[in-house]
T-cell receptor, first 115, second 110 residues
């Protein structure tokens, strides 16, 4: 089945630094990937839609300059949290659309802690 | 804002019992999906039901969809301790957007 590999699974960084999160589709091509953010015991909030070869589409209230998304190939999408602050600490998850009745395939998530 | 609302927010049952979770949504949808999330992990797709379907089964899972009431339910029969997780409904609208409900935390006690 379709697999999305997300890396790293955990990262701790200092305030002001940037962190890059990668999502790779391992056995299929993903022209679109979605990036979500999840706070503890809460639901997933869509941040942006990553489109291969074009600019990402950001949800209302999500800062484009802070959350940089790049989808340079059909198998790789990256989210870079720039100038991270403690309030950016969260669980970030990517997903790619599935086919037919297979739903969406999610990465395993990245726990970001900004200290 | 979240499309879906789920209830209950938390459910604790004994092994062998059935667990029912409900989801309501507000707009027209293409399909509704249920996902499971273990603590600190990604989401695993459980089942998808299209807007023209009313009921679907997969193993111990049974999903219903009532588009007139804009609601869905997930039934897990003969629950096991390993079913302990958070369960989310998600509605898919045009443009392949998934909008998640608030989730139900299910605890199955051995």
């Amino acid at each position: 089945g379709a697999v999305v590999s997300q890396h790293p699974s955990r990262v701790i960084c200092k305030s002001g630094t940037s962190v890059k999160i990668e999502c790779r589709s391992l056995d299929f091509q993903a022209t679109t990937m979605f990036w979500y953010r999840q706070f503890p015991k809460q639901s997933l909030m869509l941040m942006a839609t990553s489109n291969e070869g074009s600019k990402a589409t950001y949800e209302q209230g999500v800062e484009k300059d802070k959350f940089l998304i790049n989808h340079a190939s059909l198998t790789l999408s990256t989210l870079t949290v720039t100038s991270a602050h403690p309030e950016d600490s969260s669980f970030y998850i990517c997903s790619a659309p599935g086919r037919d009745s297979r739903g969406y395939t999610f990465g395993s998530g990245t726990r970001l802690t900004v200290v | 804002s979240q499309q879906g609302e789920e209830d209950p927010q938390a459910l604790s049952i004994q092994e062998g019992e059935n667990a029912t979770m409900n989801c309501s949504y507000k707009t027209s949808i293409n399909n509704l999906q249920w996902y499971r999330q273990n603590s600190g992990r990604g989401l695993v797709h459980l089942i998808l039901i299209r807007s023209n379907e009313r009921e679907k089964h997969s193993g111990r899972l049974r999903v219903t969809l009532d588009t007139s009431k804009k609601s869905s339910s997930l039934l897990i029969t003969a629950s096991r301790a390993a079913d302990t997780a958070s369960y989310f409904c998600a509605t898919e609208t045009s443009g392949s957007r998934l909008t998640f409900g608030e989730g139900t935390q299910l605890t199955v006690n051995p």
